[in-house]
């Protein structure tokens, strides 16, 4: 048995006994600290925890190692619950173009965008985008991911799509976190389906799905629910045909226009709904009377500069608020959580406390991994973080930019 003891904690984060499953409203304020702890673990599994002047020594000094984490803090590692962290190429060529005032609609309608992505990946083996989503992941278990929900949705043809989906079925063998994959044939229409809606959606429920599940390649079932891209009643027929599989929603609504798609999406069972940079009454009011969970990508509004998400409307309101990356190489072309916590403290006002709820119990309820992951509690084997030494846990988000995370443990 493998035993790890890490002491002199300056502070132990979200732990205890007695965290929910979903933290709401106010009470999202409030994060448990433990100052001046230990943590226990063996073979990864947290077996005691508690204030220092508690600890009661060793007795059996085999298989372990010590970590000394004076001046630093140990926090569950963050949830990524929403990325696209398969694709073939960046698109970096859009960026210019948005500099040079182009909007990202405008972009996509002369066919950037996701169809820049889909060509691309149509043209690349399953091997080599395999290579390049390992190296990304690599790279966010850096930066304090622990889990990752991946979409596919560029591949927008039955063998793209069941490319994507293999490749993560393939990150999740290989690589050492969770990964909760999520089917997003309906992420827009290609270009030879751009005036046979009919015809796309035909394929999508008859071709695509049925095969998914034969080969059970996703746990999730999602849509882009936008003008120009797929209305509420398609996203309805499509997550209904999903939904015979066992696949459970989790949208994306709400990006530039309200189309209603919050609320259709609730009453179909959606675990989440995603981007809500635009929001009104009617949403609130329909995510209050569920069990659905809002999730925020503010380095999507940074990077295309649309709207910041109404966080603190939804808290106040006495919602839950998860935050994701939206790693993709359109929107988001980064998977740094930190990134993430920065801009929901300086642009949407939710204090480093709130923000960290939203980045780990509330992100974890929101791909499916409350009992697994967010939060630090005995019995779980959850992957936690150590920090740099750093002079608060706000400092993290204050400092943005720089890297706070000293060790990540899987
Ligand atoms: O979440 N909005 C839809 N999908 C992605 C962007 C995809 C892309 O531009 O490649 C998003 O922002
Ligand atoms: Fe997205």
Known sequence: MKKLL?????????????????????????????????????????????????????????????????????????????????FAKSREEEFVDRINGLSYEEIALKGGGILNSARRLNEMSETELFEQAK??????????TGAIEIKSGYGLSVE????????????????????????????????EFKENHRGYIGLIINEMLPQIAAEKLADYIDVFCERNYFSVEEMEEILLAGAKYGLIPKVHVNQFSILGGVKKAIELGALSVDHLEEIDEQDIAALKNSECMPTILPSCSHFIS?????????????????????????????????????????????????????????????????????????????????????????YIPYAFGDQHIEQIIV
Request: with cysteine; glycine share 8%.
């Open 306 to 394: 649309i709207p910041f998400g109404n966080a603190r409307l939804m808290m106040e309101n006495g919602l839950p608020v998860a935050l994701a990356s939206d790693f993709n190489p359109g929107t988001t072309p980064t998977g740094n959580l930190g990134v993430v916590w920065s801009l929901a403290c300086a642009k949407m006002k939710m204090t480093p406390e709130e923000a960290l709820n939203a980045l780990t119990v509330n992100a974890a309820y929101s791909m499916g991994l409350s009992e697994t992951h967010g939060k630090i509690a005995l019995g779980r084997k959850s992957p936690i973080l150590i920090t740099k030494e750093i002079p608060s846990l706000a």
């Open 6 to 86: 890490i002491k002199n904690i300056k502070g132990l984060v979200q732990v205890g006994e007695n965290i929910p499953k979903v933290i709401k409203g106010l009470e999202m304020r409030n994060v448990p600290i433990l100052e001046n702890a230990f943590l226990a673990l063996e073979d990864g599994e947290v077996v005691a925890y508690g204030l220092m002047e508690d600890w009661e020594g060793i007795d059996d000094w085999r298989d372990l190692e010590i970590i000394d984490a004076s001046g630093k803090y140990v926090l569950p590692a963050f949830c990524d619950s929403h990325t696209h962290v398969v």
């Open 135 to 144: 190296v990304r992941i690599e790279k966010m278990k850096s930066y304090g």
């Open 160 to 191: 793209g799509e069941l490319k994507m989906l293999r490749v993560i079925q393939r990150l999740k063998e290989e690589c050492d976190i969770t990964i909760k994959a999520t089917f997003l044939g309906a992420h827009a229409f290609p270009k």
